[in-house]
């Protein structure tokens, strides 16, 4: 078990840059997939690097409601014992749960509010609001609709409209709302993992963005589209879902990539090029903190199970 249990609450430290160059050098829909997966797993295995100290931690207070073999001076030989962090393991893991359940609740309740809002409108998959404030977001659910206002249509042309459209729909296609759940979620399991969701809330957008590139034919008009819309957006109103899987993202970068070529579309990353090389230490560091958390767990379960009596 020894210090490899400490490893995944440190290897966050390696999206940094990781998370930098994915987002600016890899095919958004590669970057995304990558970091979400990279974020999931290594937020999972902080969260049980926590439950982990947290028990051991736990097993040495007086009072507590464990077998009394666990805190057996064996057990404390066989174990990394460390009182501080395992004291400091119990608040951190209680703010590491309520965090998270309060980000899944407001996801929740977020679209619960948005449903309830266009309740009277026709079960349509595009919702036009008559609404002054300018605003449009991917409703995701049974019925996936795409939400937006009179006002930012009128500033528009035809074409453009249908890039917004294609954008929005690309955002459902893909269930983009999953992959910026996963990575909040595991933003508040370690912070230390924040850069991979700013980068997969820009990523998801850029998705968006070429999937409508291909549907409309033109990346100039993409371009035009997200920087007209950004010009007037105004945000939607809490109720309908604001932020929601259609943040405006960094426009002008977005902007820029749209009236450059289009990203070659890679299954995986290549190994010869800085990206992906560090595309796959990223995978690399995700796996080592895996199999870290999984021999933590297991070692640590087969020594209380040895020292449990029946």
């Known amino acids: 078990m020894g210090v490899f249990v400490f490893l995944p609450l440190v290897l966050p430290l390696t999206a940094w840059p990781v998370a930098r160059l994915a987002a600016h050098r ?10 979400t997966g990279c974020a999931g797993v290594l937020g999972v295995c902080s969260t049980l690097c926590l439950a982990l100290l947290m028990v051991v931690g736990t097993a040495q207070l007086p009072g507590n409601p464990l077998p009394d073999a666990w805190s057996d001076p064996e057990v404390r030989a066989a174990v990394p014992y460390d009182e501080i962090a395992g004291r400091l393991a119990i608040p951190a893991l209680a703010v ?10 407001r996801h929740r309740r977020v679209r619960r509010r948005a449903r ?8 349509t998959s595009v919702v036009v609001l008559p609404d002054p404030r300018p605003y449009a977001y991917a409703l995701p659910g049974r019925r996936n609709r795409v939400v937006v206002t009179t006002s930012l249509l ?23 709302h999953r992959f910026l759940l996963i990575t909040q979620l595991a933003a508040r399991a370690n912070p230390f993992l924040r850069p991979l969701r700013t980068a997969v809330a820009y990523t998801t957008e850029r998705w968006a963005d070429e999937d409508a590139a291909t549907r409309v034919g033109s990346r100039r008009t993409v371009a035009r589209a997200v920087g007209k819309a950004s010009l007037v957006f105004r945000g939607a109103p809490s109720t309908a879902l604001a932020g929601f899987a259609s943040a405006a993202g960094p426009v002008p970068r977005r902007v820029a990539a749209l009236l450059a070529p289009a990203p070659a579309a890679r299954l995986l990353p290549s190994v010869f090029t800085v990206a992906g090389l560090a595309a796959w230490a990223a995978a690399a560091g995700t796996a080592v903190s895996a199999l870290s958390s999984a021999n933590s767990a297991v070692t640590l379960f087969l020594i209380l199970k040895a020292s449990t009596p029946l």
């Open 26 to 35: 890899l095919h958004p829909r590669t970057a995304t997939r990558l970091l």
């Open 96 to 105: 590491v749960v309520v965090s998270c359940a309060r980000a899944a609740w």
């Open 116 to 123: 309830r809002a266009l309740a009277g409108l026709p079960a």
């Open 154 to 176: 009128a500033a528009l042309s035809g074409p453009e409209r249908r890039a917004l459209f294609a954008h929005e729909r690309a955002h459902l296609d893909a269930r983009h």
